[in-house]
């Protein structure tokens, strides 16, 4: 293993301080945020989201970070950004366009701003990003999580009222209540690969990534209003379907097409 590399040498599923054979090295000390790691002891922050705690493939520094009322942050250092996501608010590595992250990692652009910071989203691409691999344990298809490959929960697609019911860990609350929510997963556009009929829509031109939706043929494939078997909120996929609804702030004609049952003037969905 090569510990400073970003890159599985040894074909053991961990990279560089999150492999015994770096972890004790010299070169594991006081890494900045975004390095691989075995423990918050071998971080500057002192902190690191391991893949056993975690499911991040191989690690990763992080940091404790604030997000000021006014919209500004506090707490990170250069080449870091602080983020509030599905995992914490933390101090994350930033990237741009398709790069600057490493293997298990994507550029992920939150706001579709590309004026403003993206950061390295965990998203594995196989069981190869994560250790060890097992007929039970690997790169979950819908979170992109090394864990469990089958947590028993709701798949892409289906209703939730929280991030802890979907597969994915990450619930999209489309509709004016939490229980009209619909579990989404992340992919990496480079591979457009979702789990089962589930259909990769890129979410942003400036990133890496893109969200899953659930794929479908006709309508009698989707839960049923507001949602409806058509193209991809982003126009991905391919060409292929997905069940959706219009989100706030999307042009509408009618509330039939909106997440929330309201066009506003006949052409906004509320």
Known sequence: EICTDGVDNNCNGLADCADPACSAGPSCTNLAIGKACLSNAQCASGACNTESATGWPSGSCVGACTILPDGGTAGCPGGAACVKDEFGTLCRQTCAGNGGCRKGYACHDEDLDSSTPSWCLPLC???SDCSPASSSYGCNTQSKLCELKSKGKAAIGASCSGNGGCESGRCLNVGTFSFNGYC???????TNVCSGDAVCDKDSSNDATGLCWDGCASGTD???PPYQCTSPPNGGGGGKLVCTCRL???FCSSGGQCCSGQCFGGFVCL
């Open 248 to 250: 706030s702030g999307t």
């Open 222 to 224: 989707c839960r049923g």
């Open 125 to 127: 691409s196989g069981d």
């Open 184 to 190: 989404i997963g992340p992919c990496l556009k480079a």
